[in-house]
């Protein structure tokens, strides 16, 4: 199996623009979860997916922040308008989904806004 | 919101020294992991004890758990080079699939 794959690795985009970041879990896999990691705020829990159904979007900081996913191969975090402090690596995440079973997570998207 | 907080937040060891990182956490939970993350990588799971077990072994990893306090503790034996990489505890909280993360303990482990 590949793993959890994430893209794009980085993306550096201007203030205002949308971003879209892509994930695809480990086959098999029923829970998805995205997270945001900062120096200053650690690695935060944005949403999570069990079924292809969001159960937890509490982390999602605002309403610019969207994320779907439309079957159990793929789910994406859009931005829209992003902003400098979005600037973070975000993390894509999968588990069984059974409860009390290991995250493998993405390699991450590194974003940078400009 | 941060559910676990790793202490302390870097610590610098000797090669073959043993490593000792500690997590509180506040609610009620499933379960407890531990996850190490190289520079510039993903996560990658360690070790995964559960709230009924009070330690668990795993080659050179050694983790406690004592719900009573809400606390965890991750030891390394035999440090080597390689174990440098930033380590962290992670909680699903009672009732629910969430994985929460702290803000991990930076490990650097000098040759």
């Known amino acids: 199996d590949a793993g959890v794959i994430q893209s794009p690795r980085h993306e550096v985009t201007e203030m205002g623009q949308e971003v879209t970041l892509r994930c695809k879990p480990i086959?098999?896999?029923?829970?998805l979860f995205w997270y945001r990691q900062t120096m200053m705020r650690g690695l935060e829990l944005l949403i999570y997916?069990?079924?292809?159904?969001?159960?937890?979007d509490s982390g999602m900081p605002e309403d610019r922040f969207s994320a779907k996913m439309p079957n159990a191969s793929f789910s994406t975090l859009k931005i829209q308008p992003s902003e400098p402090r979005d600037s973070a690596v975000y993390f894509c995440?999968?588990?069984?989904?059974?409860?009390?079973?290991?995250?493998?997570f993405g390699q991450g998207t590194r974003l940078t806004v400009v | 919101s941060q559910q676990g907080e790793e202490d302390p937040q870097a610590l610098s060891i000797q090669e073959g020294e043993n490593a000792t990182m500690n997590c509180s956490y506040k609610?009620?939970?499933?379960?407890l992991q531990w996850y190490r993350q190289n520079s510039g990588r993903g996560l990658v799971h360690l070790i995964l004890?559960?709230?009924?077990?009070r330690e668990k072994h795993s080659g050179r990893l050694r983790v406690t758990l004592d719900t009573s306090k809400k606390s965890s503790s991750l030891l390394i034996t035999a440090s080597r080079a390689a174990d440098t990489a930033s380590y962290f505890c992670?909680?699903?909280?009672?009732?629910?699939?969430?994985?929460?993360f702290g803000k991990g303990t930076k490990l650097t482990v000098n040759p």
């Open positions: 004890i559960r709230s009924n077990e």
């Open positions: 609610t009620s939970i499933n379960n």
């Open positions: 995440a999968s588990s069984r989904g059974t409860g009390g079973t290991e995250a493998f």
């Open positions: 997916f069990n079924n292809n159904v969001p159960i937890d």
């Open positions: 086959s098999g896999h029923n829970s």
């Open positions: 992670a909680t699903e909280p009672l009732g629910s699939e969430k994985l929460v």
